[in-house]
């Protein structure tokens, strides 16, 4: 007798196993590919599943030369992105020149109590070759007890020949649940890809 | 009709689905060093996987005071000399309590073929070692250039020892896909450790 099914499919075409099975510790939930896109947004996914949340950048590419990569939050399902947060941020950089080098915090980038858009990269280029990648990981966003932290580090060459390594911090100041995310540029459109997982 | 058996065992105790979303990182490759000059990877860095994740497990040298380093290919492995700019910051702190450090300090590249350091003052005690990871994102890229961020942790290897933190980033200047990756001292060999290649799943 032929075997033709087990649970939802062709056994060589299952395409999910139960939770209990064990798998890696990174779970990718969700890919999306910018491609002149005004902002990327994850709206589903980001419940109780998991405890943290990774969103790794590949290659994020701007419209717009000179510009900063940002993100924010929702609780709404992604009615709104204005969640308030408090934040930190510093950089190293050294020129492509060898003219400068510097470990600073910059307070221009960093946020206290405020809505807007957190930066994680700034000053990334539009060349052809310009880029931002890291990650950014968000710590348990369905909690209703506590405010939601998130760490960032990425690293790009920048619109003006400078490598710099970008690392930001903070908190999202809510007790609501945070059930989606939005990624987007300063100014401008940009490409790239941005895939969220989910850590075990 | 029980359902026993598919591929290799009993169904409630199958190995592999290869279609079906698993975790990541996955395990590519482990590379252990033993009295070994350098330890390259010169297989399996493509397409494949968009981000690539090396992790350093106590990597001993032979010689004290020596930097452990790497460097990155395009011509599969004939020559690690890409060009590379790239940032430096320790974290130290000493065993003793007497200090600690933060700040900027040049074990960075500007446009240079040289390896870049990734651990510095490396030391051979029986117990010293740098222990720590590695992220290379989208080698293959054939458009822009290759962004990696590295933190490892190390004894230095001076009286009294500290504990260093090193913080590195930067990125190959090429557009020519990345193919090889190569680690070794800055002088003699690898003695001992483990370095391991994972692909995050794309």
Same mark, same amino acid.
């Given at each position: 007798?032929?075997?033709?099914?087990?649970?939802?499919?062709?056994?060589?075409?299952? &395409?999910?196993?139960?939770?209990?099975?064990?798998?890696?510790?990174?779970?990718?939930?969700?890919?999306?590919?910018?491609?002149?896109?005004?902002?990327?947004?994850?709206?589903?996914?980001?419940?109780? &599943?998991?405890?943290?949340?990774?969103?790794?950048?590949?290659?994020?590419?701007?419209?717009?030369?000179?510009?900063?990569?940002?993100?924010?939050?929702?609780?709404?399902?992604?009615?709104?992105?204005?969640?308030?947060?408090?934040?930190?941020?510093?950089?190293?950089?050294?020129?492509?020149?060898?003219?400068?080098?510097?470990?600073?915090?910059?307070?221009?980038?960093?946020?206290?109590?405020?809505?807007?858009?957190?930066?994680?990269?700034?000053?990334?280029?539009?060349?052809?070759?310009?880029?931002?990648?890291?990650?950014?990981?968000?710590?348990?966003?369905?909690?209703?007890?506590?405010?939601?932290?998130?760490?960032?580090?990425?690293?790009?060459?920048?619109?003006?020949?400078?490598?710099?390594?970008?690392?930001?911090?903070?908190?999202?100041?809510?007790?609501?649940?945070?059930?989606?995310?939005?990624?987007?540029?300063?100014?401008?459109?940009?490409?790239?890809?941005?895939?969220?997982?989910?850590?075990? | 009709?029980?359902?026993?058996?598919?591929?290799?065992?009993?169904?409630?105790?199958?190995?592999?689905?290869?279609?079906?979303?698993?975790?990541?990182?996955?395990?590519?490759?482990?590379?252990?060093?033993? $009295?070994?000059?350098?330890?390259?990877?010169?297989?399996?860095?493509?397409?494949?996987?968009?981000?690539?994740?090396?992790?350093?497990?106590?990597?001993?040298?032979?010689?004290?005071?020596?930097?452990?380093?790497?460097?990155?290919?395009?011509?599969?492995?004939?020559?690690?000399?890409?060009?590379?700019?790239?940032?430096?910051?320790?974290?130290?702190?000493?065993?003793?309590?007497?200090?600690?450090?933060? $700040?900027?300090?040049?074990?960075?590249?500007?446009?240079?073929?040289?390896?870049?350091?990734?651990?510095?003052?490396?030391?051979?005690?029986?117990?010293?070692?740098?222990?720590?990871?590695?992220?290379?994102?989208?080698?293959?890229?054939?458009?822009?250039?290759?962004?990696?961020?590295?933190?490892?942790?190390?004894?230095?290897?001076?009286?009294?020892?500290?504990?260093?933190?090193?913080?590195?980033?930067?990125?190959?200047?090429?557009?020519?896909?990345?193919?090889?990756?190569?680690?070794?001292?800055?002088? $003699?060999?690898?003695?001992?450790?483990?370095?391991?290649?994972? $692909?995050?799943?794309?």
């Amino acid at each position: 007798m032929a075997l033709i099914s087990v649970s939802n499919n062709a056994l060589q075409n299952i &395409t999910v196993i139960p939770a209990s099975v064990a798998s890696g510790a990174l779970v990718l939930l969700s890919t999306q590919t910018a491609s002149s896109s005004a902002s990327i947004s994850f709206t589903s996914g980001i419940d109780s &599943t998991y405890d943290s949340y990774v969103f790794k950048f590949i290659d994020i590419n701007p419209a717009t030369d000179n510009v900063d990569f940002t993100f924010n939050g929702s609780t709404d399902g992604g009615s709104n992105y204005n969640i308030t947060k408090t934040t930190t941020f510093f950089n190293a950089y050294h020129d492509e020149a060898d003219t400068g080098t510097a470990l600073t915090y910059q307070g221009g980038n960093d946020q206290a109590q405020s809505t807007a858009f957190t930066i994680i990269a700034t000053a990334v280029g539009n060349g052809a070759d310009e880029s931002v990648s890291g990650t950014t990981q968000l710590f348990n966003p369905s909690s209703s007890v506590f405010v939601k932290h998130f760490i960032s580090n990425v690293t790009k060459n920048s619109y003006n020949d400078y490598c710099i390594n970008d690392y930001s911090a903070g908190y999202f100041n809510t007790t609501s649940a945070i059930d989606a995310v939005q990624f987007k540029m300063s100014s401008g459109n940009f490409d790239g890809i941005i895939k969220m997982y989910g850590v075990k | 009709m029980p359902l026993l058996y598919h591929n290799n065992n009993s169904i409630s105790n199958v190995t592999s689905f290869a279609q079906v979303p698993s975790g990541s990182p996955v395990l590519l490759s482990t590379a252990t060093a033993s $009295g070994s000059a350098s330890i390259s990877f010169t297989s399996g860095i493509d397409s494949t996987y968009d981000s690539y994740v090396f992790k350093f497990i106590n990597i001993h040298p032979a010689t004290d005071n020596v930097s452990f380093t790497f460097n990155m290919s395009t011509d599969g492995g004939s020559n690690y000399n890409v060009v590379k700019t790239t940032t430096s910051f320790p974290a130290n702190h000493e065993e003793n309590d007497g200090a600690y450090n933060f $700040g900027y300090q040049d074990f960075d590249l500007a446009q240079s073929t040289s390896y870049q350091i990734l651990a510095r003052l490396v030391g051979t005690e029986t117990d010293d070692n740098v222990s720590g990871s590695m992220t290379l994102f989208n080698p293959s890229s054939t458009t822009f250039v290759k962004h990696f961020i590295s933190t490892t942790n190390n004894v230095l290897s001076i009286s009294p020892p500290y504990s260093e933190e090193m913080f590195i980033a930067g990125y190959g200047n090429t557009t020519s896909a990345i193919n090889a990756i190569r680690f070794q001292m800055s002088s $003699g060999n690898i003695d001992a450790g483990t370095i391991k290649m994972y $692909g995050i799943k794309a």
